[in-house]
């Protein structure tokens, strides 16, 4: 008998620089998706929320989706390839969003390794750079950030547990 751990993140050694995560799955946004971030952050613009407004009083003469929405939508994509087992996420050095998406478009999502370096006050973590992309269903890129995480060294992360025990099926 084999046990499977699904992977979650990775540790530094894991990272090489120039690698690429393709993400998976992608994620279609509905119109409620939209208009549940927008209450649920208050942001109430009615480009996102009011489709007259959006359709007489705008460039895009339909609705779009909260920016914030599409931006966490791809970094939780990236989370089970780059960030799962992550000490912290210590900063987003830029974003970008290059086109706009709307309700019904399907994102997807992926990383590069652009730049690691070993902790300098603590041996048990380094920090990763990466930059992650977003893309819809056209192909058009989306939503573009870099980010550091800080990760753990191998011989230092913590073990997985559950709350439960290993001989489940003994």
């Not at 952050?41 to 959006?54: D, I, K, R, S, V």
């Not at 705008?58 to 779009?64: E, F, I, M, Y």
């Not at 931006?71 to 992550?86: H, K, T």
Request: glycine share 8%; with cysteine.
């Amino acid at each position: 008998m084999t046990v499977y751990e699904r992977p979650f993140g990775r540790c530094f050694e894991d990272f090489e620089i120039g690698d690429i995560y393709r993400h998976w799955p992608g994620k279609t946004i509905t119109e409620y998706d939209d208009h549940l971030f927008c209450m649920i952050t208050m942001n109430h613009h009615p480009l996102h929320t009011n489709e007259w407004f959006a359709e007489h009083e705008t460039v895009q003469g339909r609705n779009v989706v909260v920016g914030n929405l599409v931006y966490s939508l791809v970094l939780g994509m990236s989370v089970p390839d780059v960030s799962g087992a992550a000490i912290a996420n210590l900063e987003v050095e830029s974003l970008v969003h290059r086109h706009p998406t709307f309700h019904g478009d399907t994102i997807y999502a992926e990383s590069r390794v652009v730049h690691k370096v070993p902790s300098s006050s603590k041996p048990d973590r380094g920090v990763v750079t990466v930059e992650t992309k977003g893309f819809n269903q056209r192909g058009e890129e989306v939503c573009y950030f870099r980010r550091k995480v800080m990760v753990w060294k191998r011989g230092s992360a913590p073990a997985r547990a559950r709350p439960y025990p290993d001989d489940i099926w003994s």
